[in-house]
């Protein structure tokens, strides 16, 4: 603690005595200064005991006393020593009133005490406190080390929040909250998302105060690049003292090695895991799963979805999309316990291995349609698939990608491709191009006027080539109608008899919507 007007009143060797103010005693005293101007505010920073004999004030006018007394308070003096026996056998009345009217505290010293003495005391007391603080600092130093060392980033939260006698949260770069002591600040940890999203705008390292003067929150980024890569909170009803920020600092330190040493590992994990698609991708899952080892736990032993992901393109974004969402599908999966592989691929395409039906997939979703308005990411994802159909599970993502990316889609599922019509798929403009050439010639007969080939040979394809049928739906007889087929195929150059040709047809009539009844 500090040295406070209280502390230096017990000091036996000063002899001072309390002459008013006696309830503001226990306010800290920042240093000793001794004027004997008649205003010596502009000389004052604030939190002073303030040392004078009255050499140059007229310290027996009353309204002169208020006047120099509120002007003391004003600037943040904590106390007034008079020394008597000096100019003064004892101390005015009235200055004495005026210090009691504005509660301002007056000690009396005595004329055998030096104001050196006093301003002794206080350097010794402040060097003593500060001594104290950078001690404790440093023991909560190698305490937090042994806890980072020993059991992890959860340790160093735990014990900062008892050095702070408050709490302590750790966030991770997308802002979810990771680690928190004590569990009762858990609530009040995830309310403070919104600010620690605002902290991770702003290069590293960045820091914010949030809160009021009874939930004071500071809070500090971690990482030593640019990005910031997760961020710190500490909750205290009050500031931090010396001692406590020590702690801190160190704290920030040591979780910023271990976001830095996590950063090395993930690099290393994604060598491995692009291995190890590699292997399942060129049909050697036994290999992929040998080289694997223990380090992806269950997740190429159950089934398994692979994701494709790609940037949207559609404005300037003010960071790749890429690296943003394989954090976010990599915080999810901390969050549920489970296990995800991501590999980039260049900077241009990122490839995810995650559980089916799990807490990835479903923040990749979650993702996706969140930042497709902002030059975010358009995403493939496959059906369910197993180490031995991984080869088939990648094709499939990167179909369902290329068709978000025609639909205009965030994500697309490969189930969404299986089910419903084909057509839509259809809807491209080089099909449409192909479409419109194919039904051309046959449009141009129509024009002049000499058939009308192109519905005929819709009502035929529609009644699979029954003749019968096709003319009733026409109105015309059956020998019209195979009159009007011979000249498709004559324009066309190409034999209805060929299921390709036929289907080829079908799909130009649908595609250019004349294959409508």
């Known amino acids: 603690m500090p040295p406070t007007l209280a502390s230096l009143v017990q000091h036996s060797s000063l002899r001072l005595l309390v002459r008013a103010g006696e309830d503001r005693l226990d306010t800290p005293v920042r240093w000793a200064h001794v004027s004997e101007l008649a205003d010596p505010v502009p000389y004052m920073e604030g939190g002073e005991l303030l040392l004078t004999t009255a050499l140059t004030l007229d310290a027996e006018d009353p309204e002169a006393m208020r006047r120099y007394v509120r002007r003391l308070l004003g600037a943040g003096v904590v106390g007034l020593g008079f020394a008597v026996g000096v100019n003064y056998d004892e101390i005015p009345g009235a200055l004495l009133d005026a210090a009691r009217a504005e509660h301002l505290p007056l000690l009396e010293v005595p004329r055998r005490t030096p104001f050196l003495a006093i301003s002794k005391a206080v350097s010794a007391a402040i060097a003593a406190d500060q001594y104290r603080a950078v001690t404790a600092g440093f023991e909560a130093q190698r305490e937090l080390t042994r806890a980072?060392?020993?059991e992890g980033p959860d340790a160093v939260v735990a014990r900062l929040a008892a050095h702070v006698d408050g709490w302590a949260a750790l966030y991770d770069a997308s802002g979810s909250v990771v680690a928190v002591s004590p569990e009762w600040a858990a609530r009040r940890a995830a309310r403070l998302t919104p600010d620690v999203e605002r902290l991770r705008e702003r290069p590293a390292p960045a820091s914010a105060v949030v809160g009021g003067t009874d939930d004071r929150v500071e809070l500090q980024s971690l990482g030593t690049g640019r990005r910031v890569r997760g961020a710190l909170a500490v909750g205290t009803a009050a500031p931090l003292g010396?001692?406590?920020?020590?702690?801190?600092h160190s704290a920030i330190a040591l979780l910023t090695l271990t976001t830095e040493r996590s950063r090395s590992l993930q690099a290393a994990e994604q060598r491995l895991g692009a291995a190890v698609l590699r292997m399942m991708l060129a049909g050697q899952p036994e290999h992929a799963r040998t080289v694997a080892g223990d380090v992806y736990g269950g997740l190429l032993d159950a089934p398994f979805r692979l994701l494709v992901a790609e940037p949207s393109g559609g404005g300037e974004a003010a960071e790749p999309p890429l690296p943003l969402l394989a954090e976010a599908l990599e915080a999810?999966?901390?969050?549920?316990?489970?296990?995800?592989?991501a590999v980039p691929e260049g900077e241009e395409r990122l490839v995810v291995l995650a559980g089916d039906g799990g807490a990835v997939t479903a923040a990749c979703a979650g993702y996706a349609e969140r930042e497709a308005d902002e030059a975010g990411v358009v995403v493939g994802l496959s059906a369910a698939a197993d180490p031995v159909t991984a080869a088939a599970a990648y094709k499939q993502a990167e179909q369902a990608l290329s068709v978000a990316r025609r639909r205009g889609r965030a994500l697309v599922e490969h189930e969404d491709l299986a089910a419903g019509s084909v057509l839509p798929l259809l809807a491209d403009e080089a099909v449409r191009a192909f479409a419109d050439g194919m039904l051309r010639a046959l449009r141009e007969h129509d024009a002049t006027g000499r058939g009308d080939l192109v519905a005929s040979l819709r009502a035929w394809l529609s009644r699979h080539g029954q003749w019968d049928a096709a003319a009733a739906d026409l109105g015309v007889h059956r020998h019209t109608l195979r009159y009007?087929?011979?000249?498709?195929e004559e324009i066309l150059g190409r034999s209805l008899d060929d299921p390709d040709v036929r289907m080829e047809l079908w799909l130009a009539l649908k595609t250019t919507g004349e294959g409508e009844q």
């Open 148 to 150: 980072a060392l020993a």
């Open 242 to 248: 010396t001692a406590e920020r020590y702690a801190v």
């Open 332 to 341: 999810a999966a901390a969050r549920a316990g489970e296990t995800v592989l």
């Open 484 to 488: 009007r087929m011979r000249r498709v």
